[in-house]
Nanobody, 122 residues
């Protein structure tokens, strides 16, 4: 049974920072892509960042501000979020892909965390 457990969300002022963590269990972690998605009220779920053996992906809206990293020994993926803006407010989900390739399509991720709320006040 694969489980993804997220932590680190919260309320922060614009310009502040948060670090999200996602601990995975139940599968060989290092072989698969890990991603962070977010969903704001009334909006589609979007891929924010992803990391594979071959590299990383960032949405244009977060490039230069967010950094994704993974610790395969701890089976944990992190999302360091700096210079946060009110438009970053959303529920953030970590997801484990079904391949080692980065995809922006949520259907290519078959395990999901419970979500963690990030709220950025202006």
């Amino acid at each position: 049974q694969v489980q993804l457990v997220e932590s680190g969300g919260g309320l922060v002022q614009a310009g502040g920072s948060l670090r999200l963590s996602c601990a995975a269990s139940g599968r060989t972690f290092s072989n698969y892509v890990m991603g962070w998605f977010r969903q704001a009220p009334g909006k589609e779920r979007e891929l924010v960042a992803a990391v594979s053996r071959g590299g990383t992906y960032y949405a244009d809206s977060v490039k230069g501000r967010f950094t994704i990293s993974r610790d395969n020994a701890k089976a944990t993926v992190y999302l360091q979020m700096n210079s946060l803006k009110p438009e970053d407010t959303a529920v953030y989900y970590c997801a484990l892909g079904n391949t080692g390739w980065i995809s922006q399509i949520s259907q290519n991720y078959n395990y999901w965390g419970q979500g963690t709320q990030v709220t950025v006040s202006s």
